[in-house]
């Protein structure tokens, strides 16, 4: 008996995901920066996140 599918099945619907570029800007250490992009990631794999859009909002100093 398997409890799930692996890998699990494809979404009907692919869901695309849109983020500033400033998400990291109120962080001030590498390590927090990389604490907070991990989640992120996470967070998008598990909703099977189709494409990421990062976009330049006008807090974003820096350059993509």
Same mark, same amino acid.
């Given at each position: 008996?398997?409890?799930? #599918?692996? &890998? &699990?099945?494809? $979404?009907? %619907?692919?869901?695309? =995901?849109? %983020? &500033? @570029?400033?998400?990291?800007? =109120? +962080?001030?250490?590498?390590? +927090?920066?990389?604490?907070?992009?991990?989640? #992120? @990631? $996470?967070?998008?794999? %598990?909703? $099977? =996140?189709?494409?990421?859009? =990062?976009?330049?909002?006008?807090?974003?100093?820096?350059?993509?």
């Amino acid at each position: 008996m398997t409890l799930f #599918l692996w &890998p &699990p099945p494809k $979404r009907k %619907i692919q869901l695309k =995901v849109v %983020i &500033p @570029a400033s998400i990291l800007s =109120v +962080e001030h250490t590498l390590y +927090e920066k990389t604490l907070i992009t991990g989640f #992120l @990631a $996470r967070a998008l794999a %598990i909703f $099977r =996140v189709s494409e990421i859009a =990062v976009f330049k909002d006008y807090e974003s100093s820096a350059p993509l």
